[in-house]
């Protein structure tokens, strides 16, 4: 179930950057994909 969420997320920032031109929210995505990839490889 948790690894789950974690592919959802994963899936809306990818479409959230593709929705955004703002330099700012496309830092802010990037920061917020890196950390669920790194709980992601902590819970394995």
């Known amino acids: 179930m948790y690894q789950r969420t974690l592919n959802d997320f994963e899936h809306g920032f990818e479409s959230a950057m593709h929705h955004t031109n703002d330099d700012f929210e496309r830092e802010a995505i990037s ?3 890196k950390s669920v990839k ?3 490889t902590q819970n394995l």
């Open 31 to 33: 920061h917020l994909k």
């Open 38 to 40: 790194e709980r992601r």
